[in-house]
């Protein structure tokens, strides 16, 4: 059983409600969220339209202010937004849907004067707004709003979406829209897409930023981003509708040969069963010698020829992808079809074609992602000279994996970063350096063979030979 001073419900309850109200009084003093939560509480208990006079207060009470709300403030700033959005949703919404709407539309207007005085690098700020866009379309759906009412409501905020704040909105707000406010919102989108932008004078023009081709002006950037959003909505939109020939006609001609973008298109393509159009959209790309055709296309098209149930061709190319890029999703795919027996002769197939694959550092990385240790430690042993230590991110967790069952391997790669470091001067890395000596040295009695890479006290007094004059990582090292 819980001791009675154990916090919870039930010691408390015990303590009766006057001594519990006056603990709450004494608690509160000094700190506004915590009066302003008992307020709420208070108004709660007599009316949720008591309630929302208070988020109305404080939400008129925020976009008043105008300090500036650095790193230190945000964690309070958001626990006081959060409360008040929850307030709106759980007590406010569930009462009066009509009033947590306007409620939570005033909510998201906050979101402008308060990016614009404070720094919210961790996203949290942002992340309240987000899940407001989420709460609203919940909301709005209970309060049978106006289909063409809400569509300008959300024009509204799409214009205004400086901060990134309304990204969620529109998807958020289809159950709420319909599909005659959809095609409100469409035709509203169309119609401010084709008004012309203000014509400014030269001398009013606000240069924001530079190019090879000379200034970049604000107007400029303004006209290219009120394109982009328009057409962001309105492939939102045609999502929306599972209209896959307008989600496309969103998309400029030139950028539907771009490896995502056609993946992008094929993908939905392949949703609504035009597997064909889907293989021509795909393989419209041009990827002839190129190395950097991203595995969301290659993925897009295996699963577009296994729908045309063309499996075996399907292989073939998961294969060829494999080959070509050593990724294990293809192998496993491809593995994962064949017969039992066969895919341990391809596995060991795939081994072979990875120890001899070009860029050794690509091969290693998916030794260990396999994972296949013994089959890394014999790369790392085998092509030791070919190993950049500079490559720490991928060095450090290799030497930390093969330590256990392979000491030699985990002791080259660990050299690799140290020469790196002290052949190239890099002082910022003595530290790191000097750490991965210490760990040689622990890993060199469980070394049986150091198979010509020379024992842990050679290799030292050769670094000292070398690099006798960097006292700077001696003194760390020592």
Known sequence: MAAKTTLNAKNLEALGPQRLAELLIEISTGSAAHKRRLRMELAGSHSSAEVSREVRK??????????????????????????QRKTIVDFVAADDPKEGFELIWQFLALSDPIFARSDDGSGSLAESFRQ????????????????????????????????????????????????????????????????????????????????????????????????????????????????????IAQQPEKTRRAPLVATDIAGRLLSAGRAHEALETLDSVDTKGRVDVPIEWQLARVATLEALGRADEAQTYRW??????????????????????????????????????????????????????????????????????????LMTPAADTLAEKHPLAATLVLRSM?????????????????????????????????????????????????????????????
Not at 62 to 82: C, G, H, N, Q, Y
Not at 430 to 450: I, T
Request: net charge negative.
């Open 132 to 247: 407001a866009c989420t709460d609203a379309g919940v909301i709005a759906k209970a309060a049978n709003l106006d289909p063409d009412t809400l569509a300008n409501k959300i024009l509204s905020a799409v214009q205004d979406n400086g901060y990134g704040q309304y990204d969620r909105l529109i998807t958020a707000m289809v159950p709420a829209l319909g599909n005659d406010g959809l095609e409100c919102l469409k035709a509203l989108l169309v119609q401010w897409s084709k008004e012309p932008g203000e014509k400014l004078s030269q001398s009013d023009r606000q240069v924001i930023g530079w190019s090879s081709k000379g200034p970049i002006y604000e107007d400029e950037i303004y006209g290219n981003h009120r394109e982009l959003t328009v057409r962001i909505a309105l492939q939102e939109i045609a999502d929306a509708q599972g209209d896959v020939n307008a989600y």
């Open 320 to 393: 060829k992808c494999f080959e070509e890029s050593l990724s294990d999703a293809h192998l496993r795919a491809f593995l994962k079809r064949l017969p039992d027996f066969d895919d341990l002769e391809a596995e060991q197939k795939a081994f072979s074609h990875a120890q001899a694959f070009p860029d050794v550092h690509r091969a290693l990385a998916f030794f260990l992602v396999w994972p296949a240790l013994s089959e890394a430690a014999k790369l790392v042993v085998q092509r030791k000279p070919e190993l950049d230590g500079d490559l720490y991110e």
């Open 58 to 83: 404080r939400l008129a009470s925020i976009a008043r202010a105008r300090t500036f709300i650095d790193w230190r403030k945000v964690k309070a700033l958001k626990a006081d937004l959060e409360t």
């Open 418 to 478: 140290i020469d790196f470091t002290l052949d190239n001067g890099r002082s910022s890395r003595y530290k790191h350096a000097a750490r991965h000596l210490v760990e040689c040295r622990a890993l060199a009695p469980h070394v049986g063979n150091f198979a010509g890479a020379g024992s842990n006290d050679a290799y030292v007094e050769e670094l000292k030979r070398r690099h006798s004059k960097k006292h700077g990582f001696w003194s760390l090292a020592s």
